[in-house]
């Protein structure tokens, strides 16, 4: 028979507290704004140059094959149907069926016309591939090395029996609304191309093996993950390296070093930044007067913050504020 409890009021200990969603609060300070390209349905041959932007780019095969050309990688990448490839940093990409197929130059803004009207359908007369592509604009620039330090290209395999299942779902239902002439497509596409994106830089995070570079791959670290959170969650803390070190039970010389490798940077230099990042974010969303946004990031004075905050982006926080002001 079961123990039964002391006392009624007894209750189980609760979950130890995760603390902050580090990847979220990363895009959340970048502002993303999901622009839809749309469905293309093509025939060999076929090609499409997408032109350089600075936000990020995620192409979905539904159907046959594609090579991805991306400015500064000297492979293409041969992308099959059911494969999502994403391009966190923008940059100027092409789409084609072969090496030397002609392409199609599209500007920004050249398939706004196309929501609501089908896909957009070009080439010859050859073999089919349908493939469905978006843009993330950033309202801000991707100032944490968490962001900046990701591949060129994330590409996530159908047949990967790692990351698959948890993008399925959305790809699906990506690929049924890209099809579909229903009132409210080009919306939900909008809305489910910001859920893949944060999906697969979660897969690409959490996949062994597959996250080498610094910055990202320190989220799937327990200690260094933990002491990130702690970051995200409490900026405003007067955090030294010991006491980091101490709160995920390392050394400092230990803990300094880890984090150093994971991150890419050490752990008061990460601090100091990520405060400049979320004054920014504060200054450009919020209407709190500088002698507030100093100690809720950490700053004991408005005049410190100010002259960390010129140190940063080289401009005074009164006159960033005014300068990103939101119409």
């Avoid at 591939?129 to 801000?140: E, K, M, P, R």
């Avoid at 809305?191 to 989220?219: F, N, Y």
Wanted: with cysteine; aromatic share 4%; charged share 20%.
């Amino acid at each position: 028979m079961a123990s039964s409890p002391n006392k009624l009021t007894d209750r189980p200990e609760p979950p130890e507290c995760k603390g902050a969603d580090v990847l979220a609060d990363v895009l959340d300070t970048l502002r993303l704004s999901t622009r839809m390209h749309g469905r293309f349905e093509l025939c060999a041959p076929w090609g499409l140059q997408f032109a350089t932007s600075p936000g990020a780019h995620i192409v979905l095969i539904a159907r046959g094959e594609a090579r991805l050309e991306v400015e500064g990688m000297p492979e293409a990448l041969v992308l099959s149907a059911g494969d999502l490839a994403v391009l966190p940093h923008g940059g100027g990409h092409t789409l084609r069926d072969a090496e030397d197929s002609p392409v199609h130059v599209l500007e920004p803004g050249a398939c706004a016309r196309s929501h609501g009207a089908g896909p957009i359908k070009m080439g010859g007369d050859g073999a089919r591939t349908a493939l469905v592509a978006a843009s993330f604009q950033l309202g801000a620039a991707p100032r944490t090395l968490l962001f900046k330090e990701l591949p060129r290209v994330i590409h996530l395999a159908a047949d990967d029996a790692v990351t698959a299942p948890s993008l399925a779902s959305t790809v699906q239902l990506l690929l049924v609304e890209s099809a579909s002439s229903q009132p409210g497509a080009s919306v939900i596409m909008s809305r489910l191309a910001d859920i893949l994106l944060v999906q697969a830089l979660r897969a690409h995070i959490m996949t062994k093996g597959s996250c080498q570079e610094a910055g990202m791959r320190a989220l799937a670290d327990p200690q260094i993950g933990k002491a990130l959170a702690l970051i995200h969650e409490r900026p405003e803390e007067p955090w030294t390296v010991e006491s980091l070190a101490s709160s995920v039970a390392l050394s400092r010389s230990g803990f300094a070093a880890r984090f150093s490798e994971l991150v890419g940077e050490p752990p008061l230099e990460y601090l100091a930044g990520w405060r400049m990042i979320k004054a920014a974010q504060m200054l450009r969303e919020s209407e709190l007067p500088l002698s507030e946004v100093a100690p809720a990031i950490g700053y004991q004075s408005e005049a410190s913050f100010n002259r960390a905050f010129k140190r940063w982006d080289g401009t005074a926080p009164g006159a960033y504020r005014r300068s990103h002001r939101r119409a």
